[in-house]
T-cell receptor
């Protein structure tokens, strides 16, 4: 009965490699997000997709490319990994309220702890 | 300047104590406000939304002052299980795509 799941949970890799993190939600939500939590615990939005369309793309290096094959999935691909990419990456999802025009609660996945050596 | 600012703590309090956390936000267009809780090495989870009139959920009371752009969380009768980091969150309106702006969090440790 997992709501928002991410794989892998831990990812240790060498600088320069390319890696992907997958996210799936079974809540029927139409909006999905990627957040990055750095070593100082600051949680910051990276991307947001609504109905498979990109609606937020914060100042993130273009080495990061999100892909949403369908409303239930939002994957994050990272090219040419750098030391500074080491962080915990959280996927989240929410339902956009058609009545209020805003989102319901965002539910977060368990996070992917990325370590770049 | 960060959009959402919180006192990082840590707050060390004995069981049964009352503790208050404060938070300020800089974007006056922020429309929705929340407190999230994050346990060590876990994901953030919604604790409660914050409404203009103030709201209470058991031992937890949240207040919002739009004029001062100030949000607070009061925890009464602290339990050991309340130990966590509490994240103040503001969500701008408009074309923000509903992204949450998180504060850095306030660490709470409740001791026996």
């Amino acid at each position: 009965d997992t709501a928002v799941s991410q794989t892998p949970k831990y990812l240790v890799t060498q600088m320069g490699n390319d890696k992907s993190i997958k996210c799936e939600q079974n809540l029927g939500h139409d909006t999905m997000y990627w957040y990055k939590q750095d070593s100082k615990k600051f949680l910051k939005i990276m991307f947001s997709y609504n109905n498979k369309e990109l609606i937020i793309n914060e100042t993130v290096p273009n080495r990061f490319s999100p892909k949403s094959p369908d409303k239930a999935h939002l994957n994050l691909h990272i090219n040419s990994l750098e030391l500074g990419d080491s962080a915990v990456y959280f996927c989240a999802s929410s339902h956009t309220s058609r009545i209020a025009g805003g989102p319901d609660t965002q539910y977060f996945g368990p996070g992917t702890r990325l370590t770049v050596l | 300047r960060k959009e959402v600012e919180q006192d990082p703590g840590p707050f060390n309090v004995p069981e049964g104590a009352t503790v208050a956390f404060n938070c300020t936000y800089s974007n006056s267009a922020s429309q929705s406000f929340f407190w999230y809780r994050q346990d060590c090495r876990k994901e953030p989870k919604l604790l409660m939304s914050v409404y203009s009139s103030g709201n209470e959920d058991g031992r937890f009371t949240a207040q919002l002052n739009r004029a001062s752009q100030y949000i607070s969380l009061l925890i009464r009768d602290s339990k050991l299980s309340d130990s966590a980091t509490y994240l103040c969150v503001a969500m701008p309106s408009g074309n923000s795509g509903y992204a949450l702006n998180f504060g850095k969090g306030t660490s709470l440790l409740v001791t026996p």
